[in-house]
């Protein structure tokens, strides 16, 4: 079916508001069978709120969502799903301890009367009917995060959906595995499901989409289809009202003195990790999530200790470093779950900045909260966070918005050695292009130490790079090496060019 064929699924004049907060203001927009509609829009644009109404999370204060052309209202996404809607979640909802086909059928009735085997064989067709290759005898804890999604899939696909929407869904793969996903969401359109694909990321709406809605500050500013479009310039106009491709000053300056040595370091995922960084310098490391990183990170950041080897800040012992450090001129730590580790959702803008901040804002037992919040509010300026109200709760941001804010209060405290881990996932291009000359422009007066899945992002900023695979340093080379370059792919693979 086609766009002139009746639409499987129509918004009609879709409102939302969070307090003062408009987060869609008057959609419309018609989802065919068959087609992948790409949603587009910087963060907060409104894209995940009005997906979000559609899946049964949220309900609209105004308009209807009509389906097959009959008003149709979804109280849970229980209802959704029984209506042939799901949503793929960036966070997974899966039993860890089950195997794949125990999740697939988890909760439907039918599982109950189901011998296992039964279900691994109807999860086996399931997978390859839709190009989702998986072993349904696998247990949910040993697979990778590119797996884990496909078994939400699937789930989804049991459960008969005929729309599936996807949020944001790369953020958690690598680029093998965003590939292998792309090829099974066009097989899915081939097979007449409707795919929404939500998405900030230009290359890859380009690569997946039949058709575009845009959307900017809440409402959609153009739709068209991807055969319309001419190049990435042009959706960058409607998305964010400007032309924008990452332009960054990456110049090379000349390493200064040591403000991180990490010597043997080992514990029961790390082996023997070699590595230093230095005042003026970029240090990347790269490699499929859960090769050590995680260990790594909060080793040299003060949450677990070194179990064994050394680690020394500004040329202090790790131990006495922490004992005594300094909430400023110091280390920053810029955590990759800016929901959780970086932030208090249930606290305002003012109060998440004094969680690392208030050491300037205190005299004595007084707390000087009124300075503090004029201090915010000229970052949620100079760093475009909206809305520009630093009152605002934590949990009411966007994630792309409450990442600037995360950037906004630890660069305030003017750090020596920052640890970056997967900054910029989940912001669009201008948000990216902001945090990486933000990054480049810190190392003036740091050391920098980036952990990304992105190797995009490694490159363009990274004066070095390291490749990890099952708690190893595989290699470090500089990224004028062009031969080293063309390896990383085989040395994320564990494989030894």
């Not at 996903?181 to 795919?195: E, V």
């Not at 970052?379 to 995360?406: E, T, Y």
């Not at 695979?469 to 060019?497: C, S, W």
Request: some cysteine.
């Amino acid at each position: 079916m086609g766009e002139n064929s009746p639409a499987f699924i129509r918004l009609e004049s879709i409102s939302k508001s969070f307090g003062t907060v408009h987060a869609n203001r008057d959609i419309s927009l018609d989802i065919h069978f068959g087609k992948i509609k790409a949603l587009l829009g910087e963060n907060g644009a409104g894209k995940s709120t009005l997906m979000g109404m559609l899946a049964g999370q949220l309900q609209p204060d105004k308009g209807s969502i009509c389906l097959h052309g009959k008003p149709v209202a979804f109280s849970s996404t229980k209802a959704a799903i029984k209506a042939g809607i799901g949503m793929v979640y960036q966070h997974f909802m899966l039993v860890e301890t089950m195997t794949v086909a125990e999740n697939v059928f988890l909760g439907q009735e039918e599982g109950f009367f189901l011998q296992p085997k039964k279900m691994e064989d109807l999860v086996k067709d399931l997978a390859e009917t839709y190009g989702l290759q998986i072993d349904p005898c696998a247990r949910i804890s040993d697979l990778s995060m590119g797996e884990k999604q496909r078994v939400e899939i699937l789930k989804l696909l049991q459960r008969r959906s005929q729309l599936l929407i996807f949020d944001e869904p790369t953020a958690v793969l690598t680029p093998q595995e965003a590939i292998q996903l792309f090829t099974s969401l066009k097989q899915m359109a081939r097979q007449g499901k409707a795919i929404v694909f939500i998405s900030h990321k230009l290359d890859e709406v380009l690569e997946i989409a039949d058709e575009i809605a845009v959307l900017r500050h809440g409402r959609v500013v153009d739709s068209l289809n991807r055969s319309d479009v001419n190049s990435k310039s042009e959706l960058a106009q409607l998305m964010i009202g400007r032309d924008i491709m990452h332009k960054i000053d990456k110049r090379p300056l000349e390493p200064k003195q040591m403000v991180l040595r990490v010597k043997d370091l080992c514990d029961n995922v790390l082996k023997h990790i070699n590595f230093e960084v230095r005042q003026g310098e970029v240090l990347g490391i790269v490699g499929v999530a859960g090769n050590g990183q995680k260990p790594l990170v909060e080793t040299v950041c003060g949450l677990k200790p070194v179990e064994q080897g050394d680690v020394s800040i500004f040329g202090e012992p790790w131990y006495r470093f922490f004992s005594r450090r300094s909430w400023s001129n110091a280390l920053c730590y810029i955590p990759e779950d800016r929901r959780g580790l970086a932030s208090c959702l249930n606290l305002d803008l003012v109060d998440n900045f004094l969680l690392t901040t208030r050491e300037g804002f205190s005299k004595g037992p007084w707390l000087n909260k009124r300075e503090a919040e004029k201090k915010v509010q000229g970052l949620i300026d100079a760093f475009g966070v909206q809305p520009k109200d630093a009152r605002i709760l934590a949990r009411q941001l966007s994630g792309g918005n409450l990442q600037k804010m995360v950037l906004a209060r630890e660069f305030y405290r003017r750090p020596r050695l920052i640890v970056a881990e997967q900054p910029t996932q989940g912001l669009d291009i201008a948000a990216t292009e902001d945090i990486w000359n933000l990054l480049l422009k810190a190392k003036d007066k740091a050391g920098i130490l980036l952990l990304t899945g992105d190797l995009t992002e490694a490159l363009s900023l990274s004066d070095r790079i390291a490749v990890m695979y099952e708690g190893r340093i595989m290699d470090t080379f500089y990224t004028h090496d062009t031969q080293k370059i063309n390896q990383i792919g085989l040395m994320m693979a564990g494989i030894v060019p």
